[in-house]
């Protein structure tokens, strides 16, 4: 595609129940990156992928969530037994190479509340 | 304390005047220094990018400067349009992370006619 397209774009979950967010990232990039973004504040880092492999899932804040880029391509975020403090936009992000030098495009966002 | 911090947290101005935003950061050493602008509801859409040796850098009506002394970056924007009303946010890549990249919380801006 064009452009970092992720679904859904706005989700809604009870606490407590399961969610699942898609990044289809531009074709041909290697990196792929996921970022929680509080209201009002700068995106906060949560993963990294290089192609398949995770390389880095420092930021994830705690075991309920989980990512995974099982093709090298499209990559699902995870969040298990949502509760309140998840709702915030979570955004995706792809470059050709390492974020670095090269540009990182991002998609629009999957806005999560969790009621 | 935040490593990248940026001021003001929100700026209100008239259509056609210039602005100035703010951006200090502790990180170091970095290996790049992004400004993005991010419009309500959209992903961040990046502006400028310059390596540590870089002083300024333009696009178009924005110009970013940084001085790697003082640790501090600004964005200039001239002739303000309405659509510029958007949060503008500084990314700092460390050089030891090609992954971290620290993001500040933006500033908001507001441009009324």
């Known amino acids: 595609g064009a452009g970092v397209s992720q679904s859904p774009r706005y989700k809604v979950a009870k606490r407590g129940q399961d969610v699942a967010l898609r990044c289809d990232p531009i074709s041909g990039h290697v990196s792929l990156f996921w970022y929680q973004q509080a209201l009002g504040q700068g995106p906060e880092f949560l993963t990294y992928f290089q192609n398949e492999a995770q390389l880095d899932k420092s930021g994830l804040p705690s075991d309920r969530f989980f990512a995974e880029r099982p093709e090298g391509s499209v990559s699902t975020l995870k969040i298990q037994r949502t509760q309140q403090e998840d709702s915030a936009v979570y955004l995706c992000?792809?470059?050709?190479?390492?974020?670095?030098?090269?540009?990182?495009?991002f998609g629009q966002g999957t806005r999560l509340t969790v009621v | 304390k935040n490593q990248v911090e940026q001021s003001p947290q929100s700026l209100i101005i008239l259509e056609g005047k210039n602005c100035t935003l703010q951006c200090n950061y502790t990180v170091s050493p970095f290996s790049n220094l992004r400004w993005y602008k991010q419009d309500t509801g959209r992903g961040p859409v990046s502006l400028t990018i310059?390596?540590?040796?870089?002083n300024t850098k333009s696009n178009g009506r924005y110009t970013a400067t940084l001085d790697a002394d003082t640790k501090q970056s600004s964005l200039h924007i001239t002739a303000s349009q309405l659509s510029d009303s958007a949060s503008y946010i500084c990314v700092v890549s460390p050089y030891s992370s090609a992954s971290k990249i620290i993001f500040g919380s933006g500033t908001r801006l507001s441009i009324r006619p």
């Open positions: 992000a792809s470059s050709s190479k390492g974020f670095g030098n090269t540009e990182a495009f």
């Open positions: 310059m390596t540590f040796s870089e």
